[in-house]
């Protein structure tokens, strides 16, 4: 997918997302806050963001969205666990109807045999009290598993929280 059809998923969402008056707002680790940007590309995104967050280290990641130390230490960032901690702590911090909330690994360093180069967990959790976690394996350099990364969690988004 290409930055250009980015930008159009991101006025899909954005148009589901006004249209049912609803918030949006994103805690982003690896992909540094390009799903943030994406979103404030289109004009009038001030209906529905207003804020998001980029959490790049685990300090940030507890202090700003209350993702537990315990859970850190034990999963590390690049988890399950982390992702719908983060994706709820950014739903509270913010005051949103929708979270999303992305960490892995982009690389071209930092993988490990259990999590290697392309690893992302995205989570996502609603005002209705839904949680989502999903995990994926991109290939590539560091900037496409970052496009597709970002590219996933706004799909994922529209299609799992934003359709109805």
């Known amino acids: ?9 991101s006025m899909l969402v954005g148009n589901k997302l006004k249209e049912k008056g609803l918030w949006i707002t994103c805690a982003e680790s690896c992909t540094g806050g390009w799903v943030a940007k994406t979103i404030t590309d289109i004009a009038g995104s001030s209906a529905w963001f207003d804020r998001g967050f980029v959490t790049y ?20 960032a690049v988890s399950e666990e982390t992702v719908r901690e983060m994706a ?56 496409s598993v970052r496009l597709q990364a970002a590219v996933f969690s706004l799909q994922t988004a529209l299609n799992e929280f934003l359709k109805k």
Do not use: C
């Open 1 to 9: 997918m290409s930055e250009y059809e980015l930008h159009e998923l």
């Open 57 to 76: 280290s685990n300090a940030a990641k507890h202090d700003l969205l209350g993702v537990s130390e315990a859970t850190l230490n034990e999963f590390g």
């Open 88 to 143: 709820q702590g950014a739903l509270h911090a913010a005051g949103a109807n929708l979270a999303l909330s992305i960490s892995g690994i982009a690389g071209p360093d930092g993988g490990s045999e259990a999590k290697p180069v392309g690893t992302v967990w995205f989570g996502f959790a609603d005002s209705e009290g839904r949680i989502l976690a999903k995990k994926r394996q991109f290939a590539g350099g560091r900037e």
